[in-house]
């Protein structure tokens, strides 16, 4: 385990170092402005039936050009001890600033975790 965690470790840092670029110089640093928040929560539906579960992410993602919230819904089935499945629907408003407009995106997810 012990080795595990320090292969992990060696990735992420290795992935923290930004390398030059092709020609060998730095590369050049734009003034961006982003904040992201987030909340995720999961829980049993019923404790009579474990294998139930619901799942709500909410993400508010704030930059220069506009806000994007991400609210996502859930189900999940807890299929074994280390696998839970899961699937539900995402809604993605996207509000820009310059036109004052919202585009909406929605479609289903899914993941294994």
């Given at each position: 385990?012990?080795?595990?965690?320090?292969?992990?470790?060696?990735?992420?840092?290795?992935?923290?170092?930004?390398?030059?670029t092709a020609d060998g110089q730095s590369a050049a640093l734009d003034k961006d402005f982003e904040i992201w928040n987030a909340f995720f929560g999961s829980a049993n539906l019923n404790e009579t039936l474990p294998k139930s579960l619901a799942w709500l992410d909410v993400h508010s993602r704030r930059s220069d050009a506009g806000t994007v919230l991400i609210v996502r819904p859930g189900f999940g089935l807890q299929v074994a001890p280390w696998l839970s499945v899961w699937g539900g629907y995402a809604w993605v408003p996207v509000f820009d600033d310059a036109t004052g407009t919202r585009a909406d995106e929605h479609r289903i997810w899914q993941q294994a975790i």
């Open positions: 385990m012990k080795r595990h965690s320090l292969a992990i470790l060696g990735i992420i840092l290795s992935l923290a170092v930004s390398p030059p």
